[in-house]
T-cell receptor
Framework: EPEVTQTPSHQVTQMGQEVILRCVPI?????FYWYRQILGQKVEFLVS????????KSEIFDDQFSVERPDGSNFTLKIRSTKLEDSAMYFC???????????????FGPGTRLTVL | AQKITQTQPGMFVQEKEAVTLDCTYD???????LFWYKQPSSGEMIFLIY??????QNATEGRYSLNFQKARKSANLVISASQLGDSAMYFC????????????FGAGTRLFVKA
């Protein structure tokens, strides 16, 4: 069964460093997402990406964040200068959105746990 | 604005019994989708079940069923014949037709299945 994969599973970095989190969405999916979950809290939407551009982003997704689909399979989230409060689990998700845009189920990857020291 | 409320931070259930996890939502979107995800201690998010706002029947997927009451804006998850492996965090989520691309999540309910 196809699945979303993410690497690395755990990333430890120093405050102020840049990190890139990588995701390989399900191959026939066209919509890609990043979410984050701070330990013990709810899952929060960061950004959605379609047709090589951001389609929607939350207030969390500020100038420190960027996303890219550098090739036909990878989808990356870059945090330019990490802060302590960026420590969280980051989930990538993908979906094959239907015409009405409602019933697409987003399938999540296993997550990358980012720890900023 | 869209909102998902899960009022049960933790639930206990005896193995082999059924359990209902509550979820209420608020939205002004004319159509929307409701989802349940399971998050075991390993951290991954596993899709369980989907209910569309215009679906006439309640969704079922194996031991999972969704008790959808549109007028009350509730979408409770029912797990029948609980198993030890069902112990996990469960998130209710919603995506609206006018809400753009994002899915919003509730705070979650931690389910403990007792042997």
């Amino acid at each position: 069964e196809p699945e979303v994969t993410q690497t690395p599973s755990h990333q430890v970095t120093q405050m102020g460093q840049e990190v890139i989190l990588r995701c390989v969405p399900i191959s026939n999916h066209l919509y890609f997402y990043w979410y984050r979950q701070i330990l013990g809290q709810k899952v929060e939407f960061l950004v959605s990406f379609y047709n090589n551009e951001i389609s929607e982003k939350s207030e969390i997704f500020d100038d420190q964040f960027s996303v890219e689909r550098p090739d036909g399979s990878n989808f990356t989230l870059k945090i330019r200068s990490t802060k302590l409060e960026d420590s969280a689990m980051y989930f990538c998700a993908s979906s094959d959105r239907d015409l009405e845009g409602v019933t697409d189920t987003q399938y999540f990857g296993p997550g990358t746990r980012l720890t900023v020291l | 604005a869209q909102k998902i409320t899960q009022t049960q931070p933790g639930m206990f259930v005896q193995e082999k019994e059924a359990v209902t996890l509550d979820c209420t939502y608020d939205t002004s979107d004319p159509s929307y989708g409701l989802f349940w995800y399971k998050q075991p201690s390993s951290g991954e998010m596993i899709f369980l079940i989907y209910q569309g706002s215009y679906d006439q029947q309640n969704a079922t997927e194996g031991r999972y069923s969704l008790n959808f009451q549109k007028a009350r804006k509730s979408a409770n998850l029912v797990i029948s014949a609980s198993q030890l492996g069902d112990s996990a965090m469960y998130f209710c989520a919603m995506k609206g037709s006018a809400g753009g691309f994002k899915t919003i999540f509730g705070a979650g309910t931690r389910l403990f299945v007792k042997a």
